[in-house]
């Protein structure tokens, strides 16, 4: 049983890659996800909606934004109880709309941090971490919040030793 775990929300289909839409079989996140696995044998954990976020990218940026207006916590398909067994928690998310995806508040406001170590990372096409660092020290209260990484989503797939920089850090 590993001490380390990722928690993470990622989308496939058409995304947005510097100005250019795309289809995309697995999303940005889950590729930076897997490396992170790789490295340190960690345990995988991936937030789900019930209801699948669109597979247009504007139609979900849209569906993304109202959520986030609304601060509606989207029902997610499984919900992560407990991460007592766990000192280091990796979180990944896209940024959308300046911060984590609605689906990512629904799980994360569930979980016990105190004592833990967390390492957050983000995939983004030029917005970085936005807010989402000033909303990950109120989701993860009692965390000690350690350095995050901010991937253009464009480059994941050539990420992978920059990855492994920081998560040696």
């Given at each position: 049983?590993?001490?380390?775990?990722?928690?993470?929300?990622?989308?496939?289909?058409?995304?947005?890659?510097?100005?250019v839409?795309?289809?995309?079989?697995?999303?940005?996140?889950?590729?930076?996800?897997?490396?992170?696995?790789?490295?340190?044998?960690?345990?995988?954990?991936?937030?789900?909606?019930?209801?699948?976020?669109?597979?247009?990218?504007?139609?979900?940026?849209?569906?993304?934004?109202?959520?986030?207006?609304?601060?509606?916590?989207?029902?997610?398909?499984?919900?992560?109880?407990?991460?007592?067994?766990?000192?280091?928690?990796?979180?990944?998310?896209?940024?959308?709309?300046?911060?984590l995806?609605?689906?990512?508040?629904?799980?994360?406001?569930?979980?016990?941090?105190?004592?833990?170590?967390?390492?957050?990372?983000?995939?983004?096409?030029?917005?970085?971490?936005?807010?989402?660092?000033?909303?990950?020290?109120k989701?993860?209260?009692?965390?000690?919040?350690?350095?995050?990484?901010?991937?253009?989503?464009?480059?994941?797939?050539?990420?992978?030793?920059?990855?492994?920089?920081?998560?040696?850090?």
């Amino acid at each position: 049983m590993s001490n380390t775990l990722i928690i993470y929300f990622s989308r496939s289909g058409e995304n947005y890659f510097g100005g250019v839409l795309k289809n995309i079989e697995k999303g940005n996140t889950e590729v930076i996800a897997e490396y992170i696995q790789e490295l340190t044998d960690a345990d995988l954990f991936k937030v789900e909606t019930v209801i699948p976020y669109p597979d247009s990218y504007m139609e979900c940026i849209d569906v993304a934004k109202k959520e986030q207006e609304a601060a509606v916590r989207p029902q997610i398909k499984e919900t992560l109880k407990d991460i007592a067994q766990y000192d280091t928690i990796y979180i990944g998310f896209p940024n959308w709309w300046g911060t984590l995806p609605m689906a990512m508040w629904t799980q994360l406001e569930q979980l016990d941090f105190n004592g833990k170590y967390v390492k957050a990372f983000v995939t983004h096409e030029g917005s970085g971490f936005g807010k989402s660092e000033k909303d990950l020290k109120k989701l993860c209260k009692g965390a000690n919040i350690k350095k995050g990484l901010s991937i253009p989503g464009a480059e994941v797939n050539e990420f992978k030793q920059r990855v492994e920089m920081w998560v040696d850090e």
